[in-house]
């Protein structure tokens, strides 16, 4: 069964950001949970082995954000990325994997996950890739982007699917900027406007391109042939 854990409630009133870990590896999920807990503005609500506890245990806890290996033993990472936007809509979903199975992440982020993370990565970029998630950010390698967008673009038939969604100038420019990898604050830096402002486009954009997440939708976008190729 899935552990059930959090934070001392006594130990002030900030509030933190609430991660669910799903992991068949017990060694690794725990770790990485007593890891979140040790931060202050972080509480690691539960840590699953399988598919099943994990959609039990978000629609229970209702978490920030979700830390999802993309193996588990009763289903993958995707099938469960489905089921447990269903249990706890609009919650990021970060994918761990230890695999640089490119159609396994396309398969990711055409599921709507935030950001993929490399199991190996160090505990410090877990915790920004929650922080940055819970923000609705962009969590991916630059170079397994560029690699994303490059299948996307050339899918067969693939860019004729972008001819009418209608999106302005700004939103165009800020899109274009997400596919290449830059986050919101460096987005809102470069065009020269509020980082309020810069989130309001890109929840524009998700909803023009039906996307649940800024990785889904630059690949989107890629896949329309709405944004050039990542540059070098």
């Not at 609500?45 to 229970?60: K, L």
């Not at 630059?218 to 990542?230: D, E, K, T, Y």
């Amino acid at each position: 069964m899935g552990r059930v854990a959090g934070a001392d409630p006594a130990a002030g009133d900030v509030a933190s950001i609430r991660v669910l870990v799903v992991d068949d590896h017990r060694s690794f999920g725990e770790t990485l949970g007593l890891a979140i807990d040790m931060q202050p503005d972080l509480e690691c609500v539960g840590i699953c082995e399988t598919a099943a506890e994990a959609i039990e245990m978000a629609a229970a806890t209702h978490p920030d954000v979700v830390i999802l290996d993309v193996r588990l033993p009763d289903a993958d990472g995707i099938d469960a990325t489905h089921a447990l936007r269903q249990a706890c809509p609009g919650t990021p979903i970060l994918i761990v994997t230890a695999y640089s199975d490119l159609e396994l992440l396309s398969r990711a982020a055409a599921a709507g996950v935030s950001g993929l993370l490399p199991k190996e990565s160090p505990v410090a970029e877990f915790f920004a890739a929650i922080r940055s998630a819970r923000t609705s950010g962009m969590i991916i390698d630059r170079s397994v982007l560029g690699e994303l967008l490059h299948r996307a673009q050339t899918d067969e038939g693939s860019r004729k699917a972008g001819i009418d969604t209608h999106l302005t100038p700004r939103e165009t420019g800020v899109l274009s900027l997400m596919g290449e990898g830059m986050d919101t604050q460096s987005i809102s830096r470069q065009l020269g406007i509020r980082v309020s402002t810069c989130r309001g486009y890109q929840k524009s954009i998700l909803l023009k391109l039906g996307a649940h997440s800024q990785l889904e939708a630059v690949v989107v976008a890629s896949r329309r042939g709405l944004i050039p190729a990542l540059s070098a």
